[in-house]
């Protein structure tokens, strides 16, 4: 589908016709509010996207190519989308690093550069790195966050908005670094999304099927006799995510990609990958160790440890391994179990055990990085398969692949 290209973020709304800055940045800001403020004055968060939706696709445009970033949340994109189904008949919703990967033929990691921070997006994870004064330490955090990908890309794509302060500057510091790894980079020119795209081969697709930038169709139950006419239509709705504008008699929603947003979480000494939906806070009471807890928001029982320790240097696995065995020993019975000095996660030497707790278990994890030992934990609500271990789970997995020294 052709059709009129939008910016939603991430500094500003951008279209083919003019959008008052003011209005455009502060759209993007308070797009998690319900009230924002212009001008000192308070306004409607969703009234205010409408206008200027309404103001970059311009005056009754056939269809919107709505282009958002790939870290904003499923409810960021879901706003947005709902506010341009007053603009046109059709909206079809890219994430801007998907769609750059696609203009240019590429399956490796695009960067996006924020006004706050700095995402690595690749094989459907996104990782954020904030951003500071130090354009040197971040380049050399997301270079880190890049060559430690689960599988380090050949490529990477750069994108960097021309109206993010300071991200051109960014782009050439973080591609000289890549390509000192040895990695090849491309940076995208500023205003790449307004070019239009190769026409796609229209196919029909049944309701419910995942678009190809992943979205789900759902429909809401439509009144009496428009329900034969509107199934027909969802059945001719064509690929890339297109949906009936809301001033039809049936409503059409989106959910947005299944995959789950990750950030580089530094904390201390160690970067960990962690969701980005789940809230880290410091625990130093109760049983086991001062940790960094982070709690799933769907269910409180689940949940990530994450401690950290300096060892002298030249310290070993097998001395790490007795000692943990040691400490254990001391523990009342029963609270610690399934031991094991040698095993293997996320392709890591590491020491496993189980911690088992009053209507929980947490996985134990821990290996060395360089002078620094490293301990996850993979809390999971009982009853649990007990032959079930963190190695089965993607979010533990994760963060046992990721972890390493930061100092």
């Known amino acids: 589908m052709t059709g009129v290209a939008v910016a939603a973020g991430p500094a500003m709304v951008l279209g083919p016709h003019p959008v ?24 409607s968060v969703t009234g205010l996207w409408r206008q200027v939706l309404h103001a970059a696709a311009g005056a009754d445009p056939p269809a919107v190519r709505l282009i958002c970033p790939r870290w904003w949340s499923r409810d960021r994109v879901q706003r ?24 240019a033929g590429t399956t490796g990691a695009v960067v996006e550069i924020a006004p706050e921070h700095v995402a690595v997006c690749a094989a459907g994870t996104v990782e954020l790195v904030a951003r500071s004064d130090d354009v040197d330490g971040v380049c050399s955090v997301v270079c880190a966050t890049v060559t430690t990908l689960p ?36 940076v995208a020119e500023p205003d790449w999304w307004r070019q239009p795209p190769a026409e796609p081969e229209r196919k029909t697709r049944a309701p419910g099927k995942t678009d190809r930038f992943g979205a789900r169709r759902r429909r809401r139950p439509a009144a009496g006799g428009v329900v034969a006419g509107a199934v027909l239509a969802a059945l001719t709705l064509t690929l890339m995510g297109v949906w009936p504008s809301s001033a039809g008699p049936e409503r059409t929603e989106t959910t947005m990609p299944d995959s789950m947003p990750t950030t580089l979480l530094v904390e201390g000494r160690i970067g960990v990958v962690v969701p980005v939906s789940w809230p880290p806070q410091r625990v130093t009471g109760g049983p086991g160790s001062a940790r960094l807890q982070l709690v799933s928001p769907e269910n409180p029982r689940r949940a990530l440890h994450i401690t950290q320790s300096v060892v002298p240097a030249g310290h070993t696995h097998r001395q790490m391994a007795d000692a943990l065995a040691a400490a254990l020993r001391d523990q009342r019975d029963g609270v610690f179990t399934a031991f094991d000095p040698a095993d293997q996660r996320g392709d890591r030497a590491v020491v496993s055990y189980r911690e088992v707790r009053a209507g929980h278990h947490i996985e134990w994890v821990v290996l060395l990085d360089r002078e620094v030992r490293i301990a996850i934990g993979c809390q999971y609500p009982l009853p649990r398969d007990s032959g079930t271990d963190a190695v089965s789970d993607p979010i533990c997995e994760q963060a046992v692949r990721s972890a390493h020294a930061v100092v």
Not at 38 to 43: F, I
Request: proline letters at 6%; a negative charge; zero cysteines.
């Open 20 to 43: 008052d800055p003011e209005l455009g940045a502060a759209a993007v800001e308070f797009i998690d509010d319900e009230l924002a403020l212009v001008a000192g004055k308070p306004r």
């Open 151 to 186: 599988v380090r890309p050949a490529a990477v794509l750069v994108d960097a908005p021309a109206e993010v302060p300071g991200a051109a500057v960014l782009a050439g510091f973080l591609a000289d670094q890549l390509r000192r790894r040895r990695i090849a980079v491309t």
């Open 80 to 103: 947005v989308f709902d506010a341009a189904r007053t603009v046109a008949e059709l909206v079809e919703v890219h994430r801007r690093a998907e769609l750059l990967a696609e203009r």
